[in-house]
């Protein structure tokens, strides 16, 4: 499983005092409701440990860039890449052979939790590029500190699947926790320096082939 990664940075405005009188508050024809944005910032401070610099204005700025999304996908990629984050995190936690530190743990929970329990800032605007902003956000606030287990974890799955294949099973029925991820990792490492060692060997033999006299 190859690990996913938030290339794309999100659409938020600086916050400009300077522009007060001209805030905006209606996305799509619908005023946000400033409870869920505190909810929100209030869920990335206490649970997350990340102040996040968002209220309506910054919001609807955002929203409206995201809402000029033309691309082929339905959703801007700052927005799915950060989705395939949060699945990834979601995998972690519902596999029953890995085990993470206590922390990730709790950290990737509050955002799955909070992206499955479907009542976010933008809930009810009837656009796909909306509708998952929020939960971008909080992936945001919590990827510095989740990325390396996620990581870990994608590559976990990846040597689990390859050695299930090895032994002819099902990657699902397969035991295979941290301990054995560690050790196929180390004997993976051995095996590609060793490729490598091979490989130089025969260019240098080759090189050195081609390298002889031309003239007698």
């Known amino acids: 499983m190859r690990a996913p990664q938030p290339l794309h940075p999100l659409p938020l405005p ?9 805030r905006r508050h209606l ?19 206490e649970r997350i440990g990340t102040r996040i ?51 990730v743990q709790a950290l990737c929970r509050t955002i799955v939790d909070y992206i499955r329990a479907g009542d976010g800032v933008f809930e009810g605007v009837d656009s796909p590029a909306l509708r ?16 390396g287990e996620v990581v870990v974890y994608c590559d976990y799955r990846r ?16 035991h295979f926790d941290r301990r054995d991820y560690e050790d196929a990792r180390q004997a993976e490492r051995e095996l590609f320096r060793s490729a490598r060692r091979i490989g130089l060997g025969r260019y240098v033999a080759s090189a050195e082939w081609r390298s002889g006299p031309l003239i007698h």
């Not at 600086?14 to 001209?22: I, K, V």
């Not at 409701?33 to 910032?41: K, M, S, T």
């Open 132 to 147: 998952h902003f929020d939960d971008a956000i909080l992936v945001d606030a919590g990827w510095d500190t989740t990325a």
């Open 159 to 174: 040597l689990r699947q390859i050695e299930a294949e090895l032994r002819g099973m099902s990657w699902a029925g397969f």
């Open 27 to 45: 996305v799509a024809g619908r005023d946000l409701d400033r409870r869920r944005i505190e909810r929100l910032r209030t869920l990335a401070a």
């Open 53 to 103: 610099d968002i209220d309506e204005d910054i919001l609807a700025s955002a929203a409206r860039k995201l809402l000029g999304h033309r691309g082929p996908a339905r959703l801007a990629p700052c927005i799915s890449e950060r989705l395939r984050c949060a699945a990834a995190m979601a995998m972690l936690l519902d596999d029953p052979q890995w085990r993470a530190d206590s922390r």
């Open 14 to 22: 600086r916050t400009d005092p300077a522009a007060q009188q001209h």
